[in-house]
Nanobody, 121 residues
Framework: QVQLVESGGGLVQPGGSLRLSCAAS????????MGWYRQAPGKQRELVAT???????NYIDSVKGRFTISRDNAKNTVYLQMSSLKPEDTAVYYC???????????????WGKGTLVTVSS
């Protein structure tokens, strides 16, 4: 099995910063893409940012220039540095990883349990 554990959420004032971390553990042969999704109350889960194993990144338009995703492949960890936070960034943030558990597996999707980010004064 593969587990993803997020940390770093919390309450922050508008304009503030937070850094989320997500560590993967378990039966891991290779981690392909890793990323962050979020779900605000009453809304569907949406992709925030992704990072390939090679370092290519992608962001939704609303966070470009404010959020930065990065990976430490040696630690099987992905980070999301969030700056200039806005109230509309309030959501539960979920870590995602596409993980191959052996050399013959293409990859499966795994999710963390989520960490709450609240942006409010």
């Amino acid at each position: 099995q593969v587990q993803l554990v997020e940390s770093g959420g919390g309450l922050v004032q508008p304009g503030g910063s937070l850094r989320l971390s997500c560590a993967a553990s378990g039966s891991i042969f290779r981690i392909n893409a890793m990323g962050w999704y979020r779900q605000a109350p009453g809304k569907q889960r949406e992709l925030v940012a992704t990072a390939t194993r090679g370092g290519s990144t992608n962001y939704i338009d609303s966070v470009k220039g404010r959020f930065t995703i990065s990976r430490d492949n040696a630690k099987n960890t992905v980070y999301l540095q969030m700056s200039s936070l806005k109230p509309e960034d309030t959501a539960v943030y979920y870590c995602h990883a596409d993980v191959a558990r052996n050399p013959w597996e293409v990859g499966r999707n795994y999710w963390g349990k989520g960490t709450l980010v609240t942006v409010s004064s």
